[in-house]
């Protein structure tokens, strides 16, 4: 099945199995880094879902996490000292 293609975007669809399975399309995963064995993760958002590859997820979260925590790290020292933190 073929893609249809907006720019920065794209649109693909898939059937719904009888135990709720999907097959992601293979561009989908392409695009979002997915391969066999990968997790995923689902972001529900006012009567729509996102997937995300849920290693990009984590470490994007992570990341949030750590500038709302502190702004003044600077050095590999405050790093420690702030993993040893929590």
Known sequence: MAAATIPNTFIDNAKVMAKGQVTIPKDVRQVLGISNGSRVTFLVENGSVR???SAVYAM???QHEMK???TDLQ???DVNK???AT
């Open 51 to 53: 997937l995300i590859n």
């Open 60 to 62: 994007e979260m992570m």
């Open 82 to 84: 702030l993993v040893k």
């Open 75 to 77: 050095t590999e020292d």
């Open 68 to 70: 709302s925590e502190s």
